[in-house]
């Protein structure tokens, strides 16, 4: 083990190469030759002192003249606040503090957006008349526009006349929402739809995209991934689905009929404008809304 | 009889002399960092003499791996996270990319090898008992690299961003859901909101190719740690006792490296 012995080449070859680029703006021949002649003389006796041990020379070591520092005379035990014990402290401390300031934004970047500001937007389906009486439409749209095709979305409805609530005559809809409630597939309505029955499909453009509106006559619904079976209620009839399928709340605008948001249901009593609605707060695919498996799901996040 | 010392022939003196040059910049690493002991330390350990092919899953395990990461690597160069441009930025590296047919298969397929290797080696591990003391460890850290393995699985199927990638992330995520307590968060979570979308897909990407295989290449150095500093066991039917160290004085470190270790230093002999 060796020092490498200090040598003073390096800095005349860095001269010479700082001479040839200046040469090379004021004068390349003359400036750049003498730098280029600098760099390459110096270069040389730096790359022969270098390999000197390679060449099998001696290198010649100048032997350590300084004095050993004298020990700092603190007697072991006797510091009631060592300093090593104050700055390991403070090391800790501001380490803590900096990691901290870091963490907790970018940990709350990571894990919250997912949780906050949840959107729920009105889904336009167009004018109430479009929608026969007693008549089943697969309906698809667009939950946001700007978010494009991914937020296409399916729903089974069916308009079941007016209903007398009070004095006044109000529309109801049956408008189940296609999510199987066992993981989330993409339920079919069983049964013949659109040319076959010899119906056109409606299609129109509302705020919410191109809105199309197939009919269609179900016998129920039916999950193509595992099975899960529905009655025309979105009761569940068979397979693994803990309960029936989600519904959409809507309203009626302007003649317009406009969906709201979703909401889960255990199960559904009665058909069409008299059914009975065991309605819950949505739930995820898979979910227990009632029964003793609900209280596996105490505290859903928060939705819209 | 007069012994006299032979003079060396050019030929050795060339030889001797190619070795000194080979030397040189290895004892200078060597005294700067100490690498080259360390490279030493880590490849050239003792093993049992009865060591068996099944005691190659681990680094064909490790090798399917890398080759996971730098196909990878390749396919992000390509690859679009996003709704628009996911599934058409993959028809591209299939059809138009130059060989990129190639380093997609060779991901995709790889991602089945990577699974299946891995599998195989926790089944030669178990068999062996070489998961008993010490190395119990060792077994927890390559449960913990299955399960990244297969989050790497799971998250890497979303990517193509066509009807399968998108319907199977939908069941997985919600299956992910139905879990107790907090199910129901993760899934919201791993969706990125409250329904799958051009969050997802990006979350998703992240995971794939930053947040879980810098997981698992911290993972495998930690596994790998351990079986050096442990070694490797031997068979079961062994005679031998694993592991064993010998009393032999650290020799120098070069050789075996760039010397064979039988033969004399610098050939002369």
Redesign the interface.
Same mark, same amino acid.
């Given at each position: 083990?060796h020092e490498p012995s200090p040598t003073l080449w390096p800095i005349g070859f860095a001269i010479g190469v700082a001479v040839l680029l200046v040469g090379l703006i004021v004068d390349p021949v003359l400036l750049g030759s003498i730098g280029g002649a600098i760099a390459i003389v110096f270069g040389a006796l730096w790359a022969r002192d270098a390999t000197s /041990? =390679?060449r099998g020379r001696p290198v010649a070591i100048e032997p350590e003249r300084r004095q050993p520092a004298a020990a700092h005379a603190v007697a072991p035990g006797r510091e009631r606040f060592p300093r090593s014990k104050f700055l390991e402290g403070t090391t800790l401390g501001v380490g803590a503090v900096i990691t901290g300031l870091v963490a907790v934004p970018a940990g709350g970047f990571a =894990?919250l957006?997912?949780?906050l500001g949840?959107k729920r937007h009105k889904v336009d389906l167009g004018p109430l008349t479009e929608f026969a009486e007693g008549q089943w439409y697969i309906a698809t749209f667009m939950?946001d526009p700007s /978010? #494009?095709?991914?937020?296409r979305r399916t729903a089974f409805l069916r308009n079941n006349g007016n209903v007398t609530i009070g004095k006044s005559q109000v529309p109801s809809f049956t408008i189940i929402s296609n999510h199987c409630a066992h =993981? #989330? &597939?993409?339920v079919q309505a069983n049964g013949p739809s659109g040319a076959i029955l010899g119906l056109k499909t409606l299609t129109e453009t509302t705020k919410n995209g191109k809105v199309t509106l197939l009919p269609v006559v179900p016998a129920g619904f039916g999950c193509p &991934?595992h099975g899960g079976q529905y009655d025309t209620e979105g009761n569940r009839t068979a397979g693994p689905p803990v309960r029936a399928l989600d519904r959409y709340s809507f309203e009626v605008d302007n003649g317009r009929l406009v969906l709201l948001s979703t909401y889960s249901v255990s199960h559904v009593d009665g058909t069409g404008a008299q059914a009975k609605i065991h309605k819950y707060k949505e739930? #995820?695919? #898979?979910?227990h809304v009632d029964g003793v498996e609900q209280i =596996?799901?105490?505290?859903?996040?928060p939705?819209? | 009889m007069v012994t006299r010392r032979r003079q060396p022939s050019r030929a050795e003196l060339r030889r001797a002399r190619m070795q000194q040059a080979i030397d040189f910049p290895l004892d200078w690493l060597e005294e700067r960092s100490g690498l080259v002991g360390g490279v030493k330390y880590f490849l050239f350990r003792n093993v049992p003499g009865d060591t068996n092919w099944m005691q190659t899953l681990g680094s064909a395990t490790l090798t399917a791996f890398l080759v996971q990461a730098t196909t990878g690597v390749i396919l992000a160069m390509f690859y679009q996270p996003t709704p628009h441009d996911a599934y058409s930025s993959i028809q591209n590296i299939t059809d138009h990319v130059t060989l990129g047919w190639l380093v997609r298969g060779m991901h995709k397929w790889g991602a089945s090898v990577f699974i299946i290797l891995m599998f195989l080696h926790m089944g030669r591990v178990f068999l062996f008992g070489a998961y008993k003391y010490p190395r119990e460890l060792n077994w927890v850290l390559g449960v913990l690299l299955l399960t990244m393995g297969m989050a790497e699985g799971f998250t890497g199927y979303l990517l193509p961003w066509d009807q399968t990638a998108y319907w199977a992330s939908v069941v997985g995520i919600n299956l992910n859901g139905t879990a107790p307590f907090l199910g129901p968060w993760l899934a919201q979570f791993l969706r990125g909101g409250q329904d799958i979308g051009a969050e997802t897909l990006t979350r998703f990407y992240s995971l794939h190719m930053l947040i879980i295989p810098g997981a698992i290449f911290a993972l495998i150095g930690l596994h790998l740690y351990l079986v050096i500093r442990l070694g490797v066991t031997s068979p079961p039917w062994s005679k031998q006792a694993a592991g064993m160290e010998t009393d032999e004085a650290p020799n120098d470190l070069r050789v075996g490296l760039t010397r064979p270790a039988a033969r004399g230093a610098g050939g002369s002999e």
């Open positions: 083990m /041990e =390679l =894990l957006p997912p949780f949840q939950v /978010e #494009g095709e991914v937020s =993981l #989330g &597939c993409p &991934c739930t #995820g695919p #898979g979910e =596996l799901y105490p505290l859903n996040p939705h819209h | -």
